[in-house]
């Protein structure tokens, strides 16, 4: 065991980057009492949909203590979640809020906010050890989302699929759980239009049609191309 999340020292750039925050704060959020430690995952480890996130927002989850809690990220997830069934309501503000997820786990590649959004490899690697134990706890999932290019490699990095297959928006990847690819809906992704909500809409629905083993047609592009056997696991 990694020992209590909330405790983690282990990077001292990340460690001196959440504490900052906290201290100087924004000056939206003044008055808050910033969080400024790991944010633990959520949700109930019997969930059958597990997500992967990046990372806490410096001045989102940073501050609330909750996973993808406080921020534009949040506000996007948590509509979607809620429209799919997955969130019992769509609130994105603050941990105390009320909301439960429902069948759902949301985790991270990392757990403490860091400078500019990218961890350093180290960072991750020191990181991995929650994410091992996440996975190692959740023994219902069927399905996997992850949210953005750096959560799709590191999970079927943890996981050990090789060789890798390419990221697509959308695309369904045939593994033992489903591994389901989305954009993160960071807002570089919204603002642009790279990432809509019918497309993160989308992504939901493929992953409650395979919950209950049916197929859902996504409205996303490119269409991905099947991924080879080679990739899949071995019985």
């Keep these: 065991m990694a020992g209590p999340i909330d405790q983690c020292r282990l990077c001292p750039r990340l460690v001196a980057y959440r504490e900052r925050v906290a201290r100087e704060k924004k000056r939206a959020f003044r008055d808050w009492d910033y969080w400024g430690k790991p944010v633990p995952s959520l949700g109930n480890t019997e969930a059958r949909l597990l997500i ?103 999970y079927l990095n943890v996981v050990g699929v090789t060789p890798r297959p390419k990221f697509a928006h959308g695309a369904v990847y045939p593994l033992q759980p489903v591994l389901i690819a989305s954009y993160h809906p960071s807002r570089q992704n919204t603002n642009t239009g790279k990432l809509t909500e019918p497309m993160l809409d989308s992504v939901f629905a493929a992953a409650r049609a395979a919950l209950a083993d049916r197929r859902a047609p996504l409205d996303t592009t490119p269409i991905p191309r099947p991924v080879p056997r080679s990739v899949l696991p071995k019985p």
């Design 52 to 154: 992967v996130g990046l990372a806490p927002g410096a001045h989102g989850a940073n501050r609330t203590g909750r996973m993808f809690t406080g921020d534009e990220s949040g506000r996007w997830l948590f509509r979607a979640l809620h429209k799919a069934g997955f969130a019992s309501q769509p609130t994105w503000e603050r941990r105390d809020d009320g909301m439960e997820l429902r069948d759902c786990y949301i985790t991270a590649v990392i757990h403490c906010a860091p400078p500019g959004n990218k961890p350093l490899p180290e960072e991750v690697a020191n990181c991995s050890r929650y994410f091992r134990e996440d996975l190692a706890r959740l023994k219902n999932v069927r399905v996997v989302i992850t949210l953005g290019r750096i959560a799709f490699n590191h």
